[in-house]
C-alpha cells in the first residue's frame, strides 16, 4: 500500500505511522531525546521536522521513502548489508553509550513475525511506564537510566518495582517532593530487578552518572 505523500498546510509530507518505532528497530519512544523539552527534542523516526533535526539516514531512505514500508521488519530482504550481525548487537554492554541496541534485532524480528501492530502496542505499555518514572521519580539526572531500564527490562518487572518504589515511599515517610530520595529508592529497585534478569550492569548506567 502506498502512502500519503501530500502536505498538509506548511507541514512536511508524513512518512511514517508509527515514530516512536525506528525503522532501524530502535525504541525511539523509549529514547531520553523523544523526552527532551525544547527545540533539541526529537520528534521520533521520521516524525514532524524530522529531517531538519537528523541528518540523512539511509535507513529511512531504503525502507520509508522507496519500499514505502514502516520498519525494514517488514521488508523480504530483512536482515540486508545495513545490519551488523545479531552477534554483535548482543555484545552491546548495558553500561556502553546506548545500550538499547540490543533490541534492535529483536524488535525487528518480532514485527516481522507478528506485525507491526502488535509490537506498538507492547512498546506503548513500555512507554506508559517510562512516562510514570519520569513524572513521578525524574530527579533530574535519571531520565537516561530510565529510559533504558523501560527499553530493556521487562514490563511486568518494571510495573512491579514501580509499585514497589511507591510502598517503600509511603512507609518511609517521604516527603512528596523528596525527588531525589524517590528517585535513588527506585533506582535502586530496578537494580534488583537487572540483576535477576541476568543484566552484567545496571540498566542506566552511563560514563559520569551513578
Known amino acids: 500500500m502506498r502512502r500519503e505523500s501530500e ?3 506548511d507541514r512536511p509530507p508524513i512518512m511514517k505511522r508509527y515514530p516512536t518505532v525506528g525503522v532501524c528497530g530502535l525504541d525511539c519512544g523509549l529514547c531520553p531525546r523523544y523526552y527532551t523539552v525544547g527545540p533539541s527534542r526529537c520528534p521520533g ?5 524530522f529531517p531538519n533535526k537528523h541528518p540523512s539516514c539511509s ?12 520498519v525494514c521488519g517488514e521488508c523480504p530482504d530483512f536482515p540486508c548489508p545495513k545490519f551488523k550481525s545479531e552477534e554483535e548487537y548482543r555484545q552491546v554492554k548495558e553500561s556502553s553509550s546506548y545500550p538499547t541496541y540490543r ?18 502496542e507492547q512498546q506503548r505499555r513500555r512507554i506508559q511506564l517510562l512516562e510514570r518514572m519520569i513524572e513521578d521519580f525524574d530527579d533530574g539526572r535519571s531520565k537516561s537510566y ?7 527490562l521487562d514490563p511486568a518487572g518494571l510495573e512491579s518495582s514501580l509499585d514497589a518504589a511507591v510502598r517503600r515511599i509511603k512507609a518511609d515517610h517521604v516527603k512528596p517532593n523528596d525527588v531525589k530520595t524517590k528517585a535513588k529508592i527506585l533506582r535502586g529497585i530496578l537494580d534488583e530487578l537487572a540483576a535477576k534478569e541476568g543484566m552484567t550492569g545496571k540498566p542506566g548506567t552511563v560514563a559520569g552518572e551513578t
Open 103 to 120: 533490541k534492535v534485532m529483536p524488535n525487528l524480528h518480532s514485527i516481522k513475525e507478528h506485525g507491526i501492530e502488535r509490537f506498538v
Open 59 to 70: 535507513f529511512i531512505t531504503c525502507c520509508v521513502k522507496k519500499k514505502n514500508l514502516e
Open 146 to 152: 530510565y529510559c533504558r531500564s523501560a527499553a530493556l
Open 45 to 49: 523516526c521520521a516524525g514532524p521536522d
Open 7 to 9: 502536505k498538509t498546510g
